[in-house]
């Protein structure tokens, strides 16, 4: 593997990490009462409005396609951790 190679898979796999870990983590929160569905939600929304600001890039628009597909999935509306394919 090249350098170049190397460091796109290593991108990429970090923001599969990133993702699995929040929608984990909201999934967690949920369960043990901490937040409800509507603060999940609030949650995923600040994220696309963080994402929102590097939509001008393939990787930006790509990241608020992700999350709105989360805020329409399972994840937002019934608390499950069912993840919306990209």
Do not use: F
Request: aromatic share 4%.
């Amino acid at each position: 593997m090249t350098d170049a190679t190397s460091a796109a898979a290593r991108a990429v796999g970090m923001g599969i990490a990133g993702g699995a870990t929040v929608t984990a983590l909201i999934d967690l929160l949920i369960a043990k009462g901490v937040i409800d569905r509507e603060e999940a939600c609030g949650v995923l929304e600040s994220a696309m409005y963080r994402a929102a600001m590097y939509t001008g890039t393939l990787e930006g628009h790509e990241a608020t396609k992700i999350i709105g597909k989360w805020l329409e999935s399972e994840i937002a509306a019934n608390g499950g951790s069912e993840q919306p394919r990209p």
